[in-house]
């Protein structure tokens, strides 16, 4: 596997709150809201700003109740469940998200197809993981900041899940970052960690996003504000690494991955 880029480096990290970055992102709201798309539906836009896409399988890996849904459920706009249920199959969730590219300018549609499975159907059918990982894209490696034992299950997370794949983007995400004053895993730790794995590390707050005014509609920009840092490190490895794989650019050399968060 290539190398991880630099934060910074593939995509333009604040685009999406230009007045360009607007127009694009008005394709995936509607009045405000976040649109929700099927399997096989895209955005809409005007002829004179029409792009191109580019679509990727993302299995999302961890431990029962770190957050695998609730992830999801906030990347797609979303309410976040209250309480844990066990995902009793598996899930698929497509996200659309525009970017636009540090070296071109160029402005791309990224396609993000989220696959999320619960760890006991995991356990139970032995064709689920393999039914996750055929076509792959990128694995994201769940840990909770409240749950040691998920942080520390993560260097066999990326053996069992990501041993046999090394063209396949690998991210790791701390879930539950709201409550990090409650945290099990400190800062030394997840310094510790990226010195053995050196990943991207991001966080993200497992919490239902601000509503407008009416008191329960989920406030779609705001949302997509609260998750910009998480849709932009994934369509940063996912180019970067399609670019090294087409020989545009070298596997290494490319400075160590920051540590970000929301």
Same mark, same amino acid.
């Given at each position: 596997?290539?190398?991880?880029?630099?934060?910074?480096?593939?995509?333009?990290?604040?685009?999406?709150?230009?007045?360009?970055?607007?127009?694009?992102?008005?394709?995936?709201?509607?009045?405000?809201?976040?649109?929700?798309?099927?399997?096989?539906?895209?955005?809409?836009?005007?002829?004179?700003?029409?792009?191109?896409?580019?679509?990727?399988?993302?299995?999302?890996?961890?431990?029962?109740?770190?957050?695998?849904?609730?992830?999801?459920?906030?990347?797609?706009?979303?309410?976040?469940?209250?309480?844990?249920?066990?995902?009793?199959?598996?899930?698929?969730?497509?996200?659309?998200?525009?970017?636009?590219?540090?070296?071109?300018?160029?402005?791309?549609?990224?396609?993000?197809?989220?696959?999320?499975?619960?760890?006991?159907?995991?356990?139970?059918?032995?064709?689920?993981?393999?039914?996750?990982?055929?076509?792959?894209?990128?694995?994201?490696?769940?840990?909770?900041?409240?749950?040691?034992?998920?942080? *520390?299950? &993560?260097?066999? /997370?990326?053996?069992?899940? +990501? @041993?046999?794949? !090394?063209?396949?983007?690998?991210?790791?995400? #701390?879930?539950?970052?709201?409550?990090?004053?409650?945290?099990?895993?400190?800062?030394?730790?997840?310094?510790?960690?990226?010195?053995?794995?050196?990943?991207?590390?991001?966080?993200?707050?497992?919490?239902?996003?601000?509503?407008?005014?009416?008191?329960?509609?989920?406030?779609?920009?705001?949302?997509?504000?609260?998750?910009?840092?998480?849709?932009?490190?994934?369509? *940063?490895? &996912?180019?970067? /690494?399609?670019?090294?794989? +087409? @020989?545009?650019? !070298?596997?290494?050399?490319?400075?160590?991955? #920051?540590?970000?968060?929301?």
């Amino acid at each position: 596997m290539a190398r991880p880029a630099a934060p910074g480096s593939v995509i333009v990290p604040d685009w999406h709150e230009s007045a360009q970055g607007k127009e694009y992102l008005a394709c995936v709201l509607r009045k405000s809201r976040r649109r929700v798309f099927g399997l096989l539906e895209r955005p809409v836009l005007p002829p004179p700003v029409a792009i191109d896409t580019a679509s990727y399988k993302i299995f999302v890996s961890g431990k029962s109740g770190v957050g695998k849904t609730a992830l999801v459920a906030k990347l797609a706009g979303l309410e976040v469940p209250v309480a844990h249920h066990e995902t009793t199959g598996i899930q698929t969730t497509v996200v659309f998200w525009p970017a636009k590219l540090q070296a071109s300018d160029r402005v791309v549609m990224f396609r993000f197809e989220f696959w999320d499975c619960g760890e006991s159907a995991l356990k139970k059918f032995e064709h689920m993981l393999p039914a996750c990982k055929e076509n792959a894209d990128a694995f994201l490696f769940l840990f909770s900041f409240t749950d040691r034992a998920s942080f *520390e299950d &993560l260097p066999g /997370q990326l053996a069992r899940v +990501a @041993g046999e794949a !090394p063209g396949v983007v690998r991210m790791v995400i #701390g879930s539950k970052f709201d409550q990090y004053v409650h945290t099990d895993v400190p800062e030394r730790d997840l310094a510790a960690f990226r010195q053995a794995w050196p990943l991207p590390l991001l966080r993200v707050k497992s919490v239902t996003g601000r509503r407008l005014a009416d008191g329960r509609t989920l406030d779609g920009r705001a949302g997509l504000a609260d998750v910009a840092h998480l849709l932009n490190g994934l369509a *940063e490895q &996912l180019w970067h /690494q399609d670019q090294v794989a +087409a @020989g545009l650019l !070298p596997a290494e050399g490319c400075p160590s991955p #920051g540590v970000a968060g929301s």
